[in-house]
């Protein structure tokens, strides 16, 4: 499994699930190894499970660093790629560098673009099937209650895979 930026919550759960075949990478963070997303130096098909959750909108070329995760993930894979859903349609503009007007345009200061639910057009450019899912897809209602796993929090969670969506 190749986590992007692990958060502190989940890494140690994974870590002992999963063991020495979890690897968790971070451009600017700790992690296991330094990795920009848009050229991950492992081979093609390397990893079972690619988890990116709400990294994707401050990376410059989003796009090719989805490409770089469909080609790192076996074919009988699976990724989860997560991000704010919060424009009709995704809004980007990279001549935007201040973190003012970036966070008034895009939600957030070190934002590069605001994603509308067209973000499922570019994993299947990338070559990814899509499946759209909540927390109600795979919890019970008193886990989702237990945990806060409410889909208003969680937004869309976007399985992807290289083999035929099932």
Not at 140 to 150: H, K
Request: net charge negative.
């Amino acid at each position: 499994m190749l986590h992007i930026a692990p958060e502190k919550c989940f890494e140690p759960r994974f870590r002992k699930q999963i063991g020495s075949g979890y690897l968790t990478a971070d451009l600017m963070q700790p992690a296991d190894v330094k990795m920009d997303i848009t050229d991950i130096q492992y081979p093609d098909d390397t990893f079972d499970i690619v988890y990116c959750s709400h990294v994707l909108e401050h990376v410059p070329d989003d796009r090719k660093a989805m490409r770089e995760f469909f080609r790192v993930l076996k074919p009988s894979g699976w990724a989860i790629l997560m991000v704010p859903i919060s424009a009709e349609k995704t809004v980007e503009d990279p001549s935007i560098t201040d973190p003012q007007e970036r966070l008034r345009l895009f939600g957030q200061n070190d934002h590069v673009r605001r994603y509308g639910p067209d973000f499922v057009d570019r994993l299947k450019e990338a070559g990814f099937n899509v499946k759209s899912i909540g927390p109600e897809d795979f919890l019970s209602a008193e886990e989702i209650e237990r945990i806060a796993a409410w889909r208003k929090y969680t937004g869309e969670i976007y399985y992807c895979t290289k083999a035929a969506a099932s």
